[in-house]
């Protein structure tokens, strides 16, 4: 065998190996969940009819959607949950939309002595997205809307 052809084929078994590999990797990252197109609202209850806080998202991963948690909190109350926290609050239904990403609606019905103890303004939604392979995505201000009377 000539060197001419020894020397190439080194270097392109070299490439194919890196290549194979480099796809390997590709192929074995898994992606975190992706929380898109967020919006929240507030109606607020009459004498005839309930309120509602509802909140609505499309979520994503490759791995398919396993559980959104979502819960809404007032700007004034300075809270701020965290990812952990997250993990204890109600869960959104999440319908497939599409190969691997879901419409999740989350609603919360008001009865007017309900939306009475609720604090005016500005109110945020945050949001622990988990995959059926386990990742998860923390959105700590998914969505905000306004609460009036």
């Given at each position: 065998m000539s060197k001419h052809v020894l020397v190439p084929s080194a270097i392109g078994l070299v490439t194919l190996g890196a290549l194979a590999?480099?796809?390997y990797a590709m192929a074995s990252?898994?992606?975190?969940?992706?929380?898109?197109?967020?919006?929240?609202?507030?109606?607020?209850?009459?004498?005839?009819?309930?309120?509602?806080?509802?909140?609505?998202?499309?979520?994503?991963?490759?791995?398919?959607?396993?559980?959104?948690?979502?819960?809404?909190?007032?700007?004034?109350?300075?809270?701020?949950?965290?990812?952990q926290e997250l993990r204890y609050v109600?869960?959104?239904?999440?319908?497939?939309?599409?190969?691997g990403t879901s419409?999740?609606?989350?609603?919360?019905?008001?009865t007017q002595r309900d939306a009475a103890d609720l604090a005016e303004g500005t109110w945020y939604v945050s949001v622990l997205a988990t995959a059926k392979d386990g990742d998860t995505t923390f959105v700590p201000r998914a969505a905000t809307f306004d609460v009036t009377r």
């Open positions: 590999a480099g796809g990252t898994a992606t975190e969940p992706t929380v898109e197109n967020g919006s929240a609202g507030y109606v607020a209850p009459s004498r005839k009819s309930e309120g509602k806080l509802s909140f609505t998202a499309d979520v994503s991963d490759d791995s398919g959607v396993r559980e959104v948690r979502v819960i809404a909190w007032p700007a004034s109350s300075e809270l701020d949950p965290t990812e109600d869960k959104a239904t999440c319908r497939g939309t599409s190969d419409r999740c609606t989350y609603t919360l019905k008001m």
